[in-house]
């Protein structure tokens, strides 16, 4: 079957569809052609989850630090060890 229900037909034929969404299929519903919602089953993780947990995705290692680095003197080398941490600070 198809990914995608149109609106007339998820009103006409709730029951099979909402069946399809608990046997665990991910329908895209749709009006006029136009994507207008996404029905999951609950429980499914959402957005950066979910594609972590189907191995699309890695999640960062460290939380990006996007304090200010100082560029007295030193130009973009010294920027660089600052931010590895690897310069006198």
Do not use: F, H, Y
Request: aromatic share 0%; charged share 25%; net charge positive.
């Amino acid at each position: 079957m198809s990914d995608t229900v149109g609106l007339r037909d998820l009103r006409q034929n709730i029951g099979p569809v909402m069946n399809r969404v608990r046997a665990g299929e991910r329908l895209i519903v749709t009006d006029r052609n136009k994507p207008i919602a996404e029905l999951v089953p609950l429980g499914t993780p959402p957005g950066l989850n979910r594609l972590v947990a189907a191995g699309r995705v890695r999640p960062a290692l460290s939380a990006l630090d996007l304090s200010p680095v100082s560029m007295d003197g030193g130009g973009a080398s010294r920027a660089l060890e600052e931010i590895r941490g690897e310069g006198d600070i």
